[in-house]
């Protein structure tokens, strides 16, 4: 599979657990360098949080987010460092900042930097208790969008994350602005989706609304930090979640991840992009595998692989090396 083009996926957060990355720094200096890297670009030892916890602190957006970057960062070093180098990137939500490094557009400590002040940003832009997010499963997201439009009445609701054909996360207000006692915008759309035959709908435990309208003052404040980075030009085309559209160009690349915030990922559309453009394996780089399970669900013909442990890269490595 050497010669095969492979498009690196890049997990976002929800991805994190304690212990990540520890194996890969103890048995590649590479990967040790990178968590060194990350601990002086923030000035507290985010691998010690990686590798030792607690969870309750590593769940913190403004941690959690620079995290899952360092991780997929050091594995991606550890991959190219065996001559393993993807024809595409793309990222899901978070992971579009770790595919632009592993793309050579930001380099990583400006990239760890930044998604330390998404995290805050995006936490502080709705007061805690104020939003809401749920998974919708079996239902198609053009109709996931027409409920979440009937259920927003006066609050805010639309799809956050178009991950697969079966599965919409949608976000949104949860305080209620109508009578005492109401249901939430983001209630009532799980509700009305439940009715209409969705398989289910399910509450997600979320620090934030992600991904909606109610994310615009943390999209005004990222923007200023992101239009003083330098964006270098792209090494691979990079799949940009706003409109699963590939780019090389790195200031259109660097508006998309400003839209990013208040935007849906479009997930579904970018893995068929990817094949469309020629991707003909893909390697989930990181902690995790939810974006392995989510290409199943959009094409089981392909194959998805996935390197985030000494474990995964010594079954991976085999399979990249000499084909399957």
């Given at each position: 599979m050497l010669n095969t083009k492979l498009a690196f996926l890049f997990p976002g957060q929800g991805s994190q657990s304690v212990g990540?990355?520890?194996?890969?720094?103890?048995?590649?200096?590479?990967?040790?360098?990178?968590?060194?890297?990350a601990d002086a670009a923030l000035g507290y030892k985010l691998s010690q949080l990686c590798f030792e916890g607690p969870e309750e602190k590593l769940k913190l957006t403004e941690i959690t987010q620079p995290a899952i970057l360092t991780v997929s960062?050091?594995?991606?070093?550890?991959?190219?460092?065996?001559?393993?180098?993807?024809?595409?990137?793309?990222?899901?939500?978070?992971?579009?900042?770790?595919?632009?490094?592993?793309?050579g557009t930001l380099n990583f400590a400006d990239a760890i930097r930044?998604?330390?002040?998404?995290?805050?940003?995006?936490?502080?832009?709705?007061?805690?208790?104020?939003?809401?997010?749920?998974?919708?499963?079996?239902?198609?997201?053009?109709?996931?969008?027409?409920?979440c439009q009937e259920a927003a009445q006066d609050g805010v609701c639309s799809p956050a994350n178009l991950n697969s054909p079966d599965q919409t996360v949608i976000s949104g207000s949860k305080s209620a602005v109508e009578l005492s006692g109401s249901k939430s915008a983001v209630e009532r759309a799980?509700?009305?989706?439940?009715?209409?035959?969705?398989?289910k709908a399910v509450m997600l435990a979320v620090s934030?609304?992600?991904?909606?309208?109610?994310?615009?003052?943390?999209?005004?404040?990222?923007?200023?930090?992101?239009?003083?980075?330098?964006?270098?030009?792209?090494?691979?085309p990079l799949i940009k979640n706003i409109d699963a559209e590939p780019t090389?160009?790195?200031?259109?690349?660097?508006?998309?991840?400003?839209?990013?915030?208040?935007?849906a990922v479009q997930w579904v559309n970018s893995m068929r992009k990817l094949i469309e453009l020629g991707a003909e394996a893909f390697v989930e780089v990181g902690p995790g595998k939810v974006l392995s399970g989510l290409m199943r669900?959009?094409?089981?013909?392909?194959?998805?692989?996935n390197v985030e442990d000494e474990a995964s890269l010594q079954k991976t490595m085999p399979v990249l090396a000499l084909g399957s």
């Open positions: 990540m990355g520890k194996d890969l720094a103890a048995a590649y200096s590479v990967a040790q360098q990178t968590f060194d890297e960062v050091a594995a991606f070093r550890v991959l190219r460092e065996k001559g393993i180098v993807p024809a595409f990137v793309a990222g899901h939500s978070l992971g579009e900042y770790s595919a632009h490094v592993a793309a930044a998604v330390c002040s998404r995290g805050k940003y995006m936490q502080e832009a709705v007061p805690v208790g104020e939003g809401a997010m749920a998974a919708i499963l079996g239902m198609a997201s053009d109709e996931v969008r027409r409920v799980a509700e009305l989706a439940k009715s209409r035959d969705a398989k934030a609304p992600f991904h909606c309208a109610l994310m615009q003052p943390a999209q005004v404040r990222l923007a200023e930090d992101l239009r003083k980075l330098n964006f270098q030009p792209m090494q691979v090389s160009d790195p200031i259109n690349a660097r508006e998309a991840l400003i839209h990013q915030v208040t935007g669900q959009i094409d089981r013909s392909q194959s998805c692989l």
